[in-house]
């Protein structure tokens, strides 16, 4: 794992998810692959081998870089900025 610039201004706590499931998904009717919660306001996207990516669409819109799996028994985090495991 590595250490980026952007974990050490991240909320503390972790924010809490806005959602169960990715509400974009929800609303165009596509089904998420695998879900991702921003650590940086809560945003709950979908991975990027589902169809619409909303995750990797969540930090280019926002500019929030660090993201965690959402997904039960899975604890590890992305930066989208380092492009690296944090």
């Not at 609303?27 to 596509?30: I, L």
């Given at each position: 794992m590595n250490?980026?610039?952007?974990?050490p201004l991240l909320p503390h706590p972790e924010?809490?998810?806005r959602t169960a499931t990715c509400p974009e998904c929800e609303?165009?009717?596509?089904h998420p692959v695998q879900l991702?919660?921003?650590?940086?306001?809560?945003?709950v996207?979908?991975?990027d081998s589902?169809?619409?990516r909303h995750a990797t669409a969540h930090f280019k819109d926002t500019g929030h870089p660090?993201?965690?799996?959402?997904e039960p028994g899975q604890s590890w985090r992305w930066c989208f900025a380092d492009d690296?495991?944090?």
């Open positions: 250490e980026c610039s952007h974990v924010p809490a998810p609303a165009t009717g596509s991702r919660l921003c650590l940086t306001c809560g945003h996207g979908c991975c589902s169809p619409f660090v993201m965690r799996s959402f690296a495991i944090v």
